[in-house]
């Protein structure tokens, strides 16, 4: 690639700037007198790279208002005022790093918090002596070097070896619609804006295909009893356990999280979990929790389903992402009946009572117990170890105050609402179970006005434009980002696209095909997220990619934009669909769009 001179470079990049960005291209400052440079120069102590002083003689950095030029995070260009007081700054807050003294004059450039010979050129995105660009200018190997420094993570050196090749980069970047350092220079409104472009796979590695040619796990079956002892004979067999001489220690209680709902049976209550019907079938809970551990799951819960008391139905997860605690589940579960949840975490034990989708606080029950495996010294304090770490007992129940708490709560259920169940009872019983479909989070309702989408008042353009009209365009956004995603690929969204594209109202019921292609998604996007995790514990390679799961990703985000158009305020929903749209040329397409 052709490297420019400095003076070529700002010679193509104020002809860009005039022509798009005028704004912009107002707020250049003129040129540094060369006495200001040397006068620079003799204050810090350093002679100034060739390329500083040649991009200093043609712009004495910019003018800090807003639409000025900046290089994306690391900001705008310093004048030489700006590079002596952000030098002198860091000089004094550097002053109090020794590890200076332990470097050689090489290590320094690269390591030390801010050598003497350091320059920032860049004001940061705040428009303050940080996360700027900066020259190394001690003779050597990296002089004139360019680097990052960013106040929190501290200095590494970029791949530039001078600030020619900074600019010209940044030049090629705007006349070309090219990334520059990672993001887009564009031009709106007269002004040069910076946003983030991108694509995803076309065809993403679907986790739950991969899934469905898994087999699931079974059991072992249990093994033959030792033989009998022989008349001629004697024949014992003994084990030792973690108990010692004495056998195994006992296992501790099961108190599994529950939710009790009246008036239902077992297979309705897994159909309001969201159960798939292909994974259905009677399991105990070893078969339970060894299936939702297995591929064959792809990270779905798995809950099983049986009776209790007089008219009620209960369920317990075996594994998964948690579900019983979330008020989508919840809501469901309770409609037109009553849901009795028990939950055990920690130090906490809570009976929650749900009528209809409303929490009935005054009949709930919470207990907290104080943590007890803490070993304490003569004086009752904790006795700690020479890192100051409390020494814990091994093996003991930390909070054995709220494992009494659950039993107690249990046996209270009978008397107040008519469940009698013990956890105990139904271990290898083959209780209904499946694995779940989970519900959506619930669309959260906008909190604050919109205003600002990447540097786009989208709030004014709310203001100024008919509902119909603002409508009709975004909808056309939200089609283009299902097409940049690849959802509209799937018929439900397409149909859901094309009647918003007439401006036709659009329903969203429950488990019906629309919301369960989205749910599928939201599977797809945690099963190949839950793949990637586990490789990083294994040996062999992921079956998916780290591709994969951005497509996935985006395509759950996607659906998500279009829950919003369909549920929430136009202005919400605009907010969301803008600020996922792919191509960096959203801002002209929604203008064409507005003109239509």
């Not at 469901?332 to 009946?337: C, D, I, K």
């Not at 599977?523 to 062999?540: I, K, M, N, P, Y």
Request: aromatic share 6%; proline share 9%; charged share 25%.
């Amino acid at each position: 690639m052709i490297t420019f001179t400095v003076e070529e470079s700002w010679d193509r990049i104020g002809s860009w700037l005039a022509r798009h960005a005028p704004v912009t291209h107002g707020l250049l400052r003129p040129p540094a007198r060369p006495t200001a440079i040397e006068a620079a120069e003799l204050r810090l102590g350093v002679a100034f790279p060739p390329d500083l002083t040649e991009s200093l003689l043609r712009h004495d950095g910019v003018e800090l208002q807003d639409g000025t030029l900046t290089l994306d995070y690391y900001g705008p260009p310093s004048s030489v005022e700006a590079i002596v007081w952000s030098a002198e700054f860091l000089r004094e807050v550097g002053e109090d790093v020794d590890e200076e003294d332990d470097l050689d004059e090489e290590e320094r450039d690269e390591h030390a918090y801010w050598p003497h010979e350091r320059l920032l050129i860049t004001l940061g995105i705040g428009w303050q002596s940080s996360d700027g660009l900066f020259l190394a200018t001690r003779p050597g190997p990296h002089h004139g070097r360019v680097g990052r420094y960013f106040d929190e993570t501290g200095s590494s050196f970029t791949p530039w070896s001078g600030l020619r090749h900074v600019l010209s980069d940044f030049a090629t970047a705007l006349e070309n619609g090219l990334s520059f350092d990672g993001r887009i220079p564009l031009a709106h409104e007269g002004r040069l804006i910076w946003d983030d472009g991108g694509t995803v796979v076309a065809d993403p590695t679907s986790a739950l295909s991969l899934a469905a040619g898994a087999p699931e796990p079974q059991v072992p079956a249990a093994e033959p009893a030792p033989p009998a002892p022989r008349p001629d004979g004697v024949y014992g067999v003994f084990t030792l356990g973690s108990g010692g001489f004495f056998g195994p220690e006992p296992a501790p209680p099961v108190q599994p999280d529950v939710v009790f709902v009246a008036g239902i049976d077992p297979g309705e209550l897994l159909d309001r979990l969201g159960s798939v019907p292909a994974t259905a079938g009677p399991r105990s809970r070893e078969q339970a929790q060894l299936s939702v551990g297995a591929p064959w799951a792809a990270h779905r819960p798995m809950v099983r389903a049986g009776s209790c008391g007089d008219g009620w139905s209960y369920a317990t997860q075996e594994g998964g992402d948690a579900q019983f605690g979330r008020s989508e589940v919840l809501g469901r579960l309770s409609r037109g009946t009553r849901v009795v949840r028990l939950t055990k975490q920690g130090p906490e034990v809570r009976v929650t009572v749900v009528e209809d989708g409303t929490e009935r606080p005054e009949v709930g029950h919470r207990v907290e117990s104080p943590r007890e495996d803490y070993v304490t010294g003569p004086d009752g304090q904790p006795a700690l170890g020479r890192g100051g770490q409390q020494w814990q007992r091994i093996g003991v129940d930390p909070w054995p105050g709220s494992t009494a708490a659950y039993a107690r709560l249990l046996a209270g259920l009978t008397a107040e609402h008519g469940i009698s169940w013990d956890p105990a009872d139904d271990a290898a019983a083959p209780l209904a179970s499946a694995l779940l479909l989970p519900v959506l989070d619930e669309v959260p309702e906008a909190r604050h006005p919109v205003t600002v989408v990447r540097d786009f008042d989208l709030g004014a353009l709310v203001e100024r434009t008919s509902p119909e009209r603002l409508r009709s365009a975004v909808a056309a956004q939200l089609a283009r980002l299902a097409s940049e995603t690849g959802i509209d690929g799937y018929p439900e969204i397409a149909r859901a696209l094309e009647q918003t594209g007439r401006g036709e109202p659009v329903d969203l019921p429950a488990d019906e095909a629309l919301d369960l292609r989205m749910r599928t998604i939201r599977a797809e996007t945690r099963a190949v997220r839950g793949l990637l995790d586990a490789a990083r514990q294994q040996q062999d390679p992921a079956p998916v990619t780290a591709a994969d799961l951005a497509a996935w990703h985006g395509r759950d985000a996607a659906a998500g934009a279009l829950r919003r158009f369909l549920l929430l305020p136009l202005a919400a929903a605009a907010e969301t669909i803008l600020s996922l749209r792919m191509s960096v040329h959203w801002r002209d397409e929604l203008a064409a769009d507005l003109a239509d």
